[in-house]
Every structure is written in structure tokens, then in C-alpha cells.
């Protein structure tokens, strides 16, 4: 499995924008990037996935450097129900065997 | 969204019983279910693959005879927690796939608390 590497923590302050980095630099052509997140005592949470274009939804945004070697989780606004773990995945689409790395804890101040 | 529910969400039980938890999608079909484990402060840990109607593929290093898994139904699988002992004590999280277009997506569910005292 193609393996992601994200920082272990981050801190933000509430209303402000959040930059989650992600760096897979071993992405196969047909890999899929997803970002879940977790909060505590809870099952993930699907964020977001690309595959090579940037993404956008209500919850986040996903921009994938154009090489795909590395990829930025973007919440524009963080609130405090946006603290929790983030969880950068590659997947093969058509195969939803998702492993987990170590993800990256977010701490939004108020 | 989609749904996927786990029952029980907590459950303690005594050393050397047998647990049963239960992970069901509850608007779509899942030909597919995974099973993870967590462990305080780590990530999740892919236990098995659990195919409807065949015998469910276990990740190294996890013994098939002690996290017995069944899966009988589009709807329902279950993973059994055979002669559980303290070390078992973690946090059960399963993940059903349903089919997206030209490709699939993994929906969680909430997890199962197991204490084994």
C-alpha cells in the first residue's frame, strides 16, 4: 500500500483557514487521495477524495499538486467541531481497502 | 448519506466469554465490509475483509480463529470476539462499501467499545 506522510499535530484558531499538508510521494497513476477525518470516541468521517483536478465541497477543499506528490487539505473556516484527527489515504478506485496512517491531530483554538 | 450502524456501541464483557459485534448498512447494499481495531491514541489497524457470501481475508498477523467473522447478508456482518482476554479490550470499527459511480466509497460506522475485565 502507497504510503502518505502528514504532520502528527496542527493548531488553528477558530474562523481562520486551516491548511492540512500531505505528502505521498510513492502515489501510483490510478490512486485515489482521501482525507477522512475522526473525532474522539467516533468512527472516521469522509471528507473528501481527487484524484488529480482540485475538489471542492461543503466541508473542505482539495488541492493536489500537479505531480500528485503531495496534496493540501484546505478548511476554510474552522470551527471548533473541526478538531479531530485528519487521515490522508491513497486508494485504488474500485477498492475501498483504506489504510490508515498516523493522521494529523487539529487543535482549533478559540 | 449513507448509514452504517454498529451494535453494540459499548459491551464488557468477562475474560474467556465470546463477544458478538454487529456492523449493518442500513440503505445499501455492501458486498464488502472491513473491520479495523484501535487502540488508545493510535490509528486504525485493518483486521479482515469481509465478502458476502465467501470467507472473510484476514491482514497478517491476525488469527481468523479468534476474530471469527460472517458475512451472510448484502446488509450484515458480524465479527466475533472468541474467548476474549484484556488485551482484546479495544475500539471495533467497521467500514461498508458501496458502489459510486465508476468507483466506491467507504462509509464508517460508529464503533464498539469492547472492555474485557
Known amino acids: ?110 | 448519506g449513507a448509514v452504517v450502524s454498529q451494535h453494540p456501541s459499548r459491551v464488557i464483557c468477562k475474560s474467556g466469554t465470546s463477544v458478538k459485534i454487529e456492523c449493518r448498512s442500513l440503505d445499501f447494499q455492501a458486498t464488502t465490509m472491513f473491520w479495523y481495531r484501535q487502540f488508545p491514541k493510535q490509528s486504525l489497524m485493518l483486521m479482515a475483509t469481509s465478502n458476502e457470501g465467501s470467507k472473510a481475508t484476514y491482514e497478517q498477523g491476525v488469527e481468523k480463529d479468534k476474530f471469527l467473522i460472517n458475512h451472510a447478508s448484502l446488509t450484515l456482518s458480524t465479527l466475533t470476539v472468541t474467548s476474549a482476554h484484556p488485551e482484546d479490550s479495544s475500539f471495533y470499527i467497521c467500514s461498508a462499501i458501496r458502489p459510486q459511480g465508476r468507483r466506491t466509497e467507504a462509509f464508517f460506522g460508529q464503533g464498539t467499545r469492547l472492555t474485557v475485565v
Request: net charge neutral; aromatic share 6%; with cysteine.
Open chain 1, 1 to 110: 500500500d502507497a504510503k502518505t506522510t502528514q504532520p502528527n499535530s496542527m493548531e488553528s484558531n477558530e474562523e481562520e483557514p486551516v491548511h492540512l499538508p500531505c505528502n505521498h510521494s510513492t502515489i501510483s497513476g490510478t490512486d485515489y487521495i482521501h482525507w477522512y477525518r475522526q473525532l474522539p470516541s467516533q468512527g472516521p468521517e469522509y471528507v473528501i477524495h481527487g484524484l488529480t483536478s482540485n475538489v471542492n465541497n461543503r466541508m473542505a477543499s482539495l488541492a493536489i499538486a500537479e505531480d500528485r506528490k503531495s496534496s493540501t487539505l484546505i478548511l476554510h473556516r474552522a470551527t471548533l467541531r473541526d478538531a479531530a484527527v485528519y487521515y490522508c489515504i491513497l486508494g485504488q478506485g474500485g477498492s475501498e481497502k483504506l489504510v490508515f496512517g498516523k493522521g494529523t491531530k487539529l487543535t482549533v483554538n478559540p
